[in-house]
């Protein structure tokens, strides 16, 4: 299943590139989840894709597909696997830019994140499994 992962990496003045980003969406079905970082341009992490890998902060990440403007002019998207996504994910949690937190997601991930900074394999699948089974 494909994840998008979307970063505020765009002047919201008027849509141009900056390259850092100070606030994350990731849409996973079900678990869809945001988070915010430090407000300052200067103290976001910084973002980049080209060639189907991104690079965000010290980490390189493979993708699907990229996309600008998503939503609105500040976002821009990134398409990739849940493996990837929770790289990502516990990636901001634990840089050293510090400030993160998760604003919105399933009680269980958003606990897990603002208490450690950190969601694991495990917890992510129990709690798409907990969704799927209160929807039965």
């Known amino acids: 299943m494909a994840i998008s992962v ?3 990496c ?4 008027n849509g141009n590139f900056v390259g850092k980003f100070h606030m994350m969406q990731v849409r996973a ?13 200067s103290e976001g992490i910084t973002f980049s894709a080209k060639d189907g ?3 965000i902060g010290r980490i390189i990440v493979p993708f699907w597909s990229y996309r600008q403007w998503v939503g609105n002019w500040c976002w ?18 634990k840089n050293k830019a510090g400030g993160w937190h998760m ?8 606990d897990a994140f603002n208490e450690r900074h950190e969601i694991t394999p495990l917890e992510w699948k ?6 799927h089974e209160k929807a039965r």
Do not use: C, H
């Not at 765009?10 to 003045?13: A, F």
């Not at 997601?105 to 958003?110: A, D, Q, R, S, V």
């Not at 129990?126 to 969704?131: K, V």
């Open 6 to 8: 979307d970063f505020a």
């Open 10 to 13: 765009n002047d919201p003045d």
């Open 29 to 41: 079905g079900d678990d869809d989840m945001e988070f915010d970082g430090p407000w300052s341009q």
């Open 53 to 55: 890998k991104a690079r």
């Open 76 to 93: 821009d998207s990134i398409s990739v696997s849940w493996v990837e996504a929770l790289r990502i994910i516990n990636y901001v949690g």
């Open 103 to 110: 604003s919105n997601g399933p009680t269980e991930l958003f």
């Open 126 to 131: 129990a709690s798409n499994e907990m969704r």
